[in-house]
């Protein structure tokens, strides 16, 4: 009652031609509008439309009326002479309607209108043009508007454009955030300020996931040099991750320590389970796994458990680095713990066990993921075949293929590659040409490393039509004439290519002795990190790494003592990396890539001429074609099959001061050279050096030292040699105990020598022509042995009697 009564007081202080005058605008609101969506604006009477902005307002409220009519009244009212200018508000009204309507093409216009007024409106009404085009996915056209916005004055806000910036990070316009971002960061008052932590984050994984890897660095940077701005939890593994990715362990370290640092003080925020997992990664990959196994037990005494990720990270990085006792291990363990692990897991480990010779373990691997449900992919089944091939298990490797061909499933262009590689290693070029021409009828890509292979059986045999065979069975492909053109231009340059050198041993000059191949190989340059401010050692000694602060009740101890050395100076790089090359496409027949250097080069040095692939080196060299590890490789091992070792030491040298660091098929070539010159001593020195900074002897490695220490007579060493290897869960192949039988022959150890037949025959490893050979020089020593022992005993009757 009394409310109904205050109602009415209120009501009656109004003035009494306030009502009468809203009526009036409401009727001629309607009045407008009608007209408008009959006809437009060609029927309103300019003199009786008494045009203001609550009208226009109005006109651009109303419900019923389409938005083009709207626009039409606005540009009416425009050109009347007595209205003047739109207001600020006005054009923000217009422009919300447009963008709701979906009309964007209207902007453009409207904002020219707008600047010819002189009229600035709110960032607001920014911030919903720059949302609406990007959610309609012109994004040019967001950019347009923040130029325009730019010539207007007005201030590039962080709070506005957070939205923006992680809209286009998600649609994947990664290259118009950084562009947006560079504005925000660079701007010209210092009260620009960073965009919200969240936002950057997600532009820094989206550059990780994009390899944009200069606009990372550039990004994490300018980032750093803010102040105000700090990492959050997700930020630090991000960057620890990417960092690790790339291959810049120091940093990923660094930052370790600092995010461990900050934890100190801020209770939950600290190193997690993500944490750990990218670091782990980052040590594999840089190939110190041995390190990444003590972090991984270290983790889980903080607390945290390992997950799915962590197992798979270590059994790839135990498999590829042959510590293959190890990858079981935490493949069992992963199992006990409850993790199902998937194709990559079952992959990494069947692979590893292939490479260390483990043939009957790898098939019952393959086995039990067949039977536990895990659907094999293409890339399992070309592990397999390759592996059986290099195991000598050719026959059923080619089986596999067939029954794959067959069922017309898990075979792709890579599995091709490995059979018609094998088909040329055995000679069989026709069956390989016959392979490619089926593989491209199949549709897939002949790539550059099976052309490299029928090349090169061209070349060994003689078959100079092979080239033009080649390239009718491949009639419809790219690569192949571009190979050839490639070719008939590469001979002309050669032909008329004006040596600087009369020679090939100039060309790679001697500096030293072979002494200094342990300086050159193991002592690779340490890495620096600057010194914080105020401190007055800048040396790098061991005794600064153990003097180190370390914290008593720390729960990653060991990390940080590996963050610690590399903050000291004295934490070094790894001497090779455990990351595969991808198989090579050629870029075209009018690029001089090196990749296609390699291929011509491969040709020359399998045919022994060795001058015609230095005359190649150094013309691609003068060009300013950079080689790459496997060019030095290459042209190092032809030269040591030679019996060049000054040479070779000359590519050696020339391999440290321009690539770095080396593979381990550098370390394969350097003990081969080292053995054939009969220094074991170096020989093991190296490898000493090799173990000690986290490397690791593949099966090669391991029979190139026995043979070079069974040949300079230190037979018990090449046997601890081979135990270790077999501890390493290396299983030893024919060429292992063909070296082993022979030595033992040769140094009248004959027990020992029947012994590792015996050993050979009971682990299943095929005998091969060198073993009959070994086997021949072996039953003469035996039967001269016996010889010798019936001389004596008669000489012992005669001399009784």
């Not at 002949?446 to 065979?469: A, N, P, R």
């Not at 002494?515 to 010194?531: A, F």
């Not at 455990?578 to 496409?585: C, M, Y």
């Amino acid at each position: 009652m009394h409310h109904h009564h205050r109602h009415a007081l209120r009501a009656s202080k109004k003035p009494p031609s306030s009502r009468p005058h809203q009526l009036a605008d409401t009727l001629l609101v309607a009045s407008i509008a009608k007209t408008l969506s009959q006809s437009g604006t060609r029927n309103l009477d300019p003199d009786a439309v008494p045009v203001t902005g609550s009208l226009l307002r109005h006109i651009l409220s109303h419900g019923s009326l389409h938005p083009s009519r709207k626009l039409e009244f606005f540009t009416w009212s425009r050109s009347l002479a007595h209205f003047g200018k739109h207001t600020a508000s006005v054009y923000s009204h217009l422009f919300w309607v447009m963008c709701r309507a979906g009309q964007l093409e209207e902007v453009r216009p409207l904002l020219r209108l707008m600047k010819e007024d002189g009229v600035v409106a709110d960032s607001w009404t920014f911030k919903l043009l720059l949302d609406a085009f990007i959610r309609s996915g012109k994004f040019d056209a967001a950019l347009e508007i923040l130029d325009h916005m730019e010539e207007l004055g007005m201030r590039l806000n962080s709070h506005m454009y957070t939205s923006v910036l992680a809209a286009l990070v998600r649609k994947g316009q990664v290259g118009l955030a950084l562009s947006i971002f560079g504005k925000l960061l660079d701007g010209s008052d210092g009260a620009v300020s960073v965009p919200s932590t969240v936002t950057c984050n997600e532009l820094l994984a989206s550059l990780r996931k994009a390899d944009m890897r200069a606009e990372f660095r550039e990004v994490f940077d300018k980032l750093r040099g803010k102040d105000g701005f700090e990492l959050d939890a997700w930020g630090y593994n991000i960057c620890i991750h990417t960092f690790g990715c790339w291959g810049d362990l120091p940093t990923s370290l660094h930052l370790f320590e600092e995010m461990k640092a900050r934890s100190s003080g801020l209770g939950s925020f600290g190193p997690d389970l993500c944490t750990y997992n990218s670091l782990i990664q980052a040590l594999c990959l840089a190939g110190k796994v041995r390190d990444a196994l003590i972090v991984w037990e270290e983790m889980k005494g903080s607390g945290h458990d390992p997950d799915a990720f962590t197992y798979r990270i270590l059994i790839q990085g135990c498999s590829k680095s042959y510590l293959i006792d190890d990858a079981a291990r935490i493949f069992d363990e992963m199992q006990y713990n409850g993790f199902r692990p998937d194709v990559i897991a079952y992959n990494s480990l069947l692979d590893g066990l292939l490479k260390a010779k483990r043939v009957n373990e790898a098939c019952q691997l393959f086995d039990k993921m067949v039977q536990d449900g895990i659907r094999a992919t293409c890339w399992t089944y070309n592990i397999l075949i390759d592996g059986l091939f290099k195991n000598g298990r050719a026959e059923g490797a080619y089986a596999i293929f067939c029954d794959l061909k067959k069922k017309g499933q898990f075979v792709d262009s890579v599995t091709y590659s490995i059979v018609a590689v094998q088909l040329c290693k055995e000679g069989l070029l026709e069956e390989a040409l016959k392979l490619v021409q089926e593989m491209e009828v199949r549709g897939f890509v002949v790539d550059l490393v099976t052309i490299t292979s029928l090349l090169i059986g061209f070349h060994k045999q003689g078959w100079w039509d092979g080239t033009e065979m080649l390239m009718k069975h491949v009639r419809d492909g790219n690569l192949v004439p571009s190979v050839l053109k490639w070719q008939a231009d590469m001979e002309a340059a050669m032909k008329h290519h004006k040596s600087k050198r009369k020679d090939c041993t100039p060309m790679f000059p001697s500096r030293g002795g072979f002494h200094e191949i342990l300086s050159l190989v193991g002592s690779p340059p340490v890495l620096q990190t600057s010194p914080k401010e105020g401190s007055e050692e800048t040396g790098t000694g061991d005794d600064k790494a153990s003097s180190a602060e370390s914290d008593d009740w720390s729960s990653s101890p060991y990390m940080d003592q590996l963050a610690s050395q590399v903050k000291s100076g004295v934490y070094s790089p790894q001497l090779f990396s455990l990351l595969k090359g991808l198989r090579v496409q050629g870029q075209g027949a009018g690029t001089l890539d090196m990749d296609m250097v390699n291929t011509f080069l491969s040709i020359f040095l399998a045919k022994g001429e060795l001058s015609l692939a230095c005359k190649l080196f150094e013309m691609f060299s003068d060009l300013g074609i950079d080689p790459t590890s496997y060019t030095y490789n290459s042209v190092m091992s032809s030269f040591v099959k030679k019996g060049y070792f000054d040479e070779a030491m000359g590519v050696l040298n020339e391999m440290g001061e321009r690539v770095c660091p080396a593979d381990i098929a550098t370390y394969n070539v350097i003990i081969q050279g080292l053995g054939k010159m009969g220094k074991a001593d170096l020989a093991s020195a190296v490898l000493d050096k090799l173990m000690k900074h986290g490397g690791y002897l593949d099966v090669v490695m391991y029979n190139t030292l026995i043979n070079a220490l069974g040949k300079a007579g230190r037979i018990d060493e090449a046997c601890k040699l081979f135990e270790q290897m077999r501890m390493s869960g290396i299983s030893p192949d024919v060429v292992t105990f063909n070296t082993l039988i022979e030595v033992h022959s040769k140094a009248g150890r004959l027990k020992d020598a029947y012994k590792f037949l015996k050993m050979m025959l009971d682990a299943g490893v095929s005998p091969n022509h060198v073993t009959d050979t070994t086997l021949d020089f072996l039953g003469r020593e035996i039967e001269k042995l016996r010889y010798q022992k019936a001389s004596m005993v008669r000489m012992d009757r005669d001399d009784s009697g």
